[in-house]
């Protein structure tokens, strides 16, 4: 049987007559990577703020390791691991007094080790105002990992980093599952999503649009193939429906198909280019992504 | 208690670190105290009595008033106070701790004007240290709960400022620090009983230096103490609330 560590069942936060939250219910397994994804105002952060006891719900039920969040804090804080969307350290505080403070505050002797992890030198006399981005949130991230929780919850943790920041904190995200840690995490990036998350919810004003692996959100979709195609003679330019793939596009010399059988249609396409007597220079057929399915929700729900 | 001594510890080395704390706390109190003493004791020799306490007054109404309140404001309005709480920091530490650093600091910087003004400038030593020492710590508990509560009640940085100059610049001007209360029109004066500063040089006056004073010394260091007490409740009562909001 499934052992779940966090639960959320009919969970409302209204502010004022806006209401954030309506009604959403997950839950998410321990060792799990779960994402959350939505549009800006979805909901997303509010749900993981009543998650973290920064917010007191209007309704529905959150627990966290079997705690409530809004009345067991001290308890909460043992458990849970945050890495909050805006969150700083004093300008002058250096890595490794930050890691020294938190661990007092645990009663834990400092986790270096935490900071040597992150690529962050403890011996470092650089203080947090001299950091890069990039370094503040792998600080933010070994900070939240101090109390060595069973769950960690990161907002959008590789918001405003380069190429190389985002990459490095992937890959101390994955560590972090191999070491059987539960990571809850909003993002806006869905590559970011598809990649690291077991299962993803698409929040969509305050609901959940839909639930489950990557792979079975993109595949419960429109579940078109893309079928793109360039030919040495362009003869299949301008475009037109073969056989069962739609037509939808050209883009310079390669010419986009949309189709429900790939299989049959790829032979249609090829098919034709032999008829034509032209040869084949770049075929790529592609699954809708997980962005094309959260962007067909978003649309849906906006008309 | 652990927890308690490591913070401060790390506090007190950041307030060092940190520029614009340097300048609040030491530098400008310093320079300020230098100044009096050497051009301002020559142009009303009655300001050399009581240059210590004078210049007491002056620092910690100008680190706890000035200092204290803009970096709480700046770590509400960065995400430090979340970053804080969700990493398991109680709300009530963050100012408490502040506070415990800037009492050490001011302390320091009354210490060494309470030293160099005999040597310097002849200044008047007080006959009673101890005294001495306790309007110190009344004045300077009692100016930082008002640092606090304007750090607490701010909105922002901008209006942080301007509520500690509301403070600080009557406290220079009406506190008798500059010169003898007494010598103000008596609406003045009646403004200046709103200030610590004002309790604080009638203590120090009457207790430390045996001088005489416009009103009883003693009540004068429990009015004090009871400005600092209103301040550090509503300081936590707004602390309180700030805890509970995200």
Known sequence: ???????????????????????????????????????????????????????????????????????????????????????????????????????????????????????????????????????????????????????????????????????????????????????LMATHDMAEAETLCDRVAILVRGRIATIGTPAQITSAGLGETRIILRTQKNCLLPGRDIGGARFVRQEEDYGTWLCRDAAASVVALLQEVQRAGDTVEDLRVERPSLEERFLELVERDAS | MKALMKHLLIQF????????????????????????????????????????????????????????????????ESGVLRAYRVSGIPGWAVPFIHGISAFLHLLIVSSIILITAPVFFGAGRPQDYTAFFLTLVMLLFSTIAIGMLIGAAARSQSMAVMLSQMVFLPTVVLSGIMFPASMLPEPLRMLGRLLVGTYAMEAFSGLAYGLATDFSAPWSILVGACIGILAAGLAMLRFRRMGKSP
């Open chain 1, 1 to 183: 049987m499934d052992e779940y560590i966090v639960e959320v069942q009919d969970l409302v936060k209204r502010y004022a007559n806006l209401t954030a939250v309506n009604g959403i219910s997950f839950k998410v397994k321990k060792g799990e990577v779960f994402g959350l994804l939505g549009p800006n105002g979805a909901g997303k952060t509010t749900t993981l703020e009543c998650l973290e006891g920064l917010r007191r719900s209007d309704g529905g039920t959150v627990r966290v390791g079997g705690i409530d969040p809004q009345t067991d804090v001290r308890k909460l804080r043992k458990l849970l691991g945050v890495q909050l969307q805006n969150s700083s350290m004093p300008d002058s505080i250096r890595p490794s007094e930050a890691m020294e403070l938190i661990c007092a505050w645990h009663r834990i002797p400092p986790r270096r080790d935490l900071l040597n992890m992150f690529g962050l030198d403890p011996q470092s006399r650089k203080q947090y105002r001299e950091m890069s981005t990039g370094q503040k949130r792998r600080l933010h991230l070994a900070l939240a990992l101090a109390c060595d929780p069973a769950v960690v919850i990161l907002d959008e943790p590789t918001a405003g980093l380069d190429v190389q920041g985002r990459a490095q904190l992937h890959e101390a995200i994955r560590r972090l599952r191999h070491s059987g840690v539960t990571i």
């Open chain 2, 13 to 76: 080395r950041m307030d060092i670190r940190e520029r614009g704390t340097l300048m609040t706390y030491y530098l400008i109190p310093l320079v300020f105290y230098l100044f009096i003493g050497a051009v301002f004791t020559s142009v009303n020799p009655l300001v050399k009595n009581t240059l210590a306490a004078s210049m007491a007054v002056f620092a910690a109404t100008m680190g706890a008033v000035l200092g204290t309140p803009v970096p709480v404001v700046k770590m509400r």
